[in-house]
T-cell receptor, first 113, second 108 residues
């Protein structure tokens, strides 16, 4: 596709439920990033893939968060046993390679009730 | 202290005014991005800078590497420019470190 596609756009989860957020990057983009943006804050780094390799997962806030990109294209961010503090917009971005610009998806707004 | 600081946090101006948003950072960077985020919308990349100045339409971005400072200027501002403008730096292994954003409102 022409841009980075994220789905779903909105997700309401009950506390304790598992969720899976999908990111479909621009075809051929090697680098893929996940960011978490709490209300009124700037995005914060979660994790980074280069192709299928997860090179940095230092931003994942707990072991309830897990990300994968098994074939080096589509990525899934999974959150187990969701908590209210997980409520945020989850942004995905992709880049052709280092030092190139980033293209962001529209984000998934997760609300945990 | 945040690694990337923006000022002001909120800015309200009248249509036609010249707008300046500032960004200071404290880490070594390979590039700096200016991004635009509309309410409920995704993030659009405006500029990527590693030195000097870039211009696109009514938007101008400058960076001073020695002073670790960048500015985003909007000339002849318009209500459709109302959005959150975010400065983000590429530090280390490609990941972006974001400022907290500047909420700009342009009144007609």
């Amino acid at each position: 596709g022409a841009g980075v596609s994220q789905s779903p756009r909105y997700k309401v989860a009950k506390r304790g439920q598992d969720v899976a957020l999908r990111c479909d990057p621009i075809s051929g983009h090697v680098s893929l990033f996940w960011y978490q943006q709490a209300l009124g804050q700037g995005p914060e780094f979660l994790t980074y893939f280069q192709n299928e390799a997860q090179l940095d997962k230092s931003g994942l806030p707990s072991d309830r968060f897990f990300a994968e990109r098994p074939e080096g294209s589509v990525s899934t961010l999974k959150i187990q046993r969701t908590q209210q503090e997980d409520s945020a917009v989850y942004l995905c971005a992709s880049s052709r390679q280092a030092d190139y610009g980033y293209t962001f998806g529209s984000g998934t707004r997760l609300t945990v009730v | 202290k945040n690694e990337v600081e923006q000022s002001p946090q909120n800015l309200t101006a009248q249509e036609g005014e010249f707008i300046t948003i500032n960004c200071s950072y404290s880490v070594g960077i390979s590039a700096l991005h200016w991004l635009q985020q509309h309410p409920g919308g995704g993030i659009v990349s405006l500029f990527m800078l590693s030195s000097g100045k870039k211009k696109h339409g009514r938007l101008i971005a400058t960076i001073n590497i020695q002073e670790k400072h960048s500015s985003l200027h909007i000339t002849a501002s318009h209500p459709r420019d109302s959005a959150v403008y975010i400065c983000a730096v590429v530090s280390g292994a490609q990941k972006l470190v974001f400022g907290q954003g500047t909420r700009l409102t342009i009144n007609p």
